[in-house]
């Protein structure tokens, strides 16, 4: 079963990664994001599986549960007797991902909670805006969608400013932009090669409604001053066109918007990322089967 173990848990998600690296930039962002989140997940749940299956040869080798349910713990640890560090070390690394699944999942929704319940945000409207002196905006899904938008960011913007930064945050819930972005994230805990991932989505997603709002509005240049009146009110903006404000970020979104490349589409970008991930899933199939014919064996 060792190979299962390196091609689900070691090779497939560095290759996802690595291919992140490469490739994003080569795609139309709102694809990429998507491509590059459900192949997360993907790499993810197959890694996450593999690692269940090895906790549960883990408990296998023991002796006592052997006995107790009638099967030769020794045919159990012959299997991978040349690297016997592998079921443990799984059971560890399951138990971690497990953890830090959890823990991701909880902030979603502590942090969706306190957005929620933001001034109990009316069903009947689509822009809410809220009175704070912070320039901040952002989207909250559905159903219904809505946009949140305060003071201190209308007082920032042009009319024709304002109009792109709606026009982000329609994309945003349009493009089911939080969904990518959550299931980047819980991806990412289950395993941490696949980090770098969830950055490249972030910054996709921003990328995908810099366009679109670029596209409503007719004026890329607005997007871009807009996007940059946003980044330069503080750090207090972390919503709506100033998400994804690592160092370098947003330059490098305004001058895709200013100077933007044109870049030959390879269906390979598409395809691989996407293929690895199912090909890992099917192989963890394998990996089942191959464990309940250990237990028959040792039976």
Known sequence: MFDHFVWSVLVVPAVIAGLALVSADRMPPGRAAAVLAWSAAGAAAASTVNLALFTVKAVAELPVPGQWLGWSSVVIARDTQTVPWVSWLSAVLFLASMAAVWRTRRRHRSALAVITGLGDLPADREVIV????????????????????????????????????????????????????????????????????????DYLVERAADERAAAAVGDRRSVALALGAAALAGPRTPAGLHLAERPGVVPKRVRELLMPRRRPLSWLYLLLPGALAAFSLVWTVEAARDLLELFHAAA
Do not use: K, N
């Open 130 to 201: 809220v009175p704070d002196p912070a320039p901040e905006a952002f989207s909250v899904e559905g159903p219904p969608g809505r946009i949140v938008v305060t003071t201190g960011m209308l007082d920032l913007l042009t009319d024709q400013q304002y109009a792109a930064l709606l026009a982000h945050e329609r994309e945003h819930l349009r493009g089911g932009h939080h969904r990518l972005a959550r299931t980047a994230e819980l991806a990412c805990a289950a395993h941490p090669l696949l980090r770098v991932l969830a950055i490249r989505i």
